[in-house]
């Protein structure tokens, strides 16, 4: 049974292949902008918007590969009702970790799979993360030493790098927090048998 991750994010890749899941890679095509915009006007919650935009990339390379288990992800950051995006440069990342420093935020984390245009299995998570209070020389510091990676993650930091030193606690499963809830994801493969159980 062939599985696609619908994603070129190198961190998703790299925990599938690690749980010794062979997936394919390939890009959504799917421009979040509009359905972000689309669900500030509306309303949503970002769990809501993470749960589209982890459907709609899961449909698009499922309409190119309908035999196979395609599965699509996303993850918003949600701060008290404001919602971060990856930093553009690094100004931006000092101003989200200015923003950030000191309060609790949620990882709202969504997960799809679907096979023949059809969502078949749905799970999503929303690990919480208070920061500490960070001082203007820490943040510079740190971005100078996590260079172009804190430019790739919503945040602008990465648990699995020195990321882990801005908090001071996390709830949630530390998979979901990078990005993929895998123990549910593997339950399902399992279940659908492209793993072995």
Do not use: N
């Amino acid at each position: 049974m062939r599985v696609i991750l619908a994603s070129t994010s190198v961190t998703r890749q790299s925990m599938l292949k690690a749980a010794g899941v062979l997936a394919d890679t390939e890009s959504s095509g799917v421009d979040e902008t509009p359905i972000k915009r689309a669900g500030t006007l509306a309303g949503q919650s970002a769990a809501v918007v993470a749960a589209r935009l982890a459907r709609e990339k899961a449909l698009a390379v499922s309409a190119r590969h309908p035999d196979a288990v395609v599965i699509g992800a996303d993850q918003m950051l949600d701060c008290e009702g404001t919602w971060f995006d990856k930093p553009a440069d690094r100004e931006e990342a000092a101003e989200t970790l200015h923003r950030l420093s000191g309060r609790t935020h949620r990882l709202e984390t969504s997960i799809a799979c679907v096979r023949d245009g059809e969502v078949t299995w749905f799970h999503g998570e929303a690990p919480r993360l208070t920061m500490r209070p960070l001082s203007d020389a820490f943040i510079t510091a740190y971005l100078a030493a996590e260079g172009e990676a804190a430019l790739h993650s919503v945040g602008a930091y990465r648990l699995e790098g020195q990321g882990i030193q801005l908090f001071e606690r996390i709830e949630g499963d530390f998979f979901t927090i990078l990005g993929l809830p895998l123990l549910p994801l593997l339950g399902y493969l399992r279940q659908i048998g492209a793993l072995p159980s």
